[in-house]
């Protein structure tokens, strides 16, 4: 490795490398971090944390309601959460649509009962707002 080390008052600074081997190792460092990646999940699959199919992934990547997709995922109905937050079916259908906010109390119900945190709720632009 061709490696040339600028000083700034008798102490190293800089290291200057050829630009293909920088390449060369910022590419194995992205290989390490997958590597990395792959072994994190792969030890929250053998710990019981829940993994969702690409269908769901790409529903939410679409910007579908974060609602409606993990009411649907959990075989749920309007009716049926919304007996189990005590809210009526049309309410949660205003919150799915984006035709209403729900209010923190009932965000804290509705995480709950389908088991995910509430910020699994939001959609990305109310994040941002919140932020």
């Known amino acids: 490795m061709n490696i040339q080390i600028i000083e700034h008052n008798g102490t190293p600074e800089y ?10 190792i910022t590419d194995r460092l992205e290989e390490l971090e997958d590597i990395a990646d792959a072994k994190s999940i792969s030890a929250g ?6 993994t969702f199919p690409l269908e769901f992934s790409k529903r939410l990547a679409s910007r579908e309601s974060p609602l409606k ?11 049926a959460l919304g007996k189990k937050c005590g809210v009526s079916a049309a309410a949660l259908s205003q919150i799915e ?3 209403r906010s729900p209010s923190v109390d009932l965000l804290g119900k509705l995480s709950r009962a389908l088991g995910c945190d509430m910020d699994d709720l939001c959609e990305v632009g109310e994040l ?3 932020a």
Not at 15 to 24: D, K, M, Q, T
Not at 45 to 50: C, P
């Open 128 to 130: 941002e707002m919140a």
């Open 69 to 79: 997709v993990l009411r649907e995922y959990r075989g749920l109905t309007l009716a």
């Open 15 to 24: 290291a200057v490398i050829p630009f293909a081997e920088w390449r060369a």
């Open 45 to 50: 699959i053998a710990s019981g944390e829940e």
């Open 97 to 99: 649509t984006g035709k």
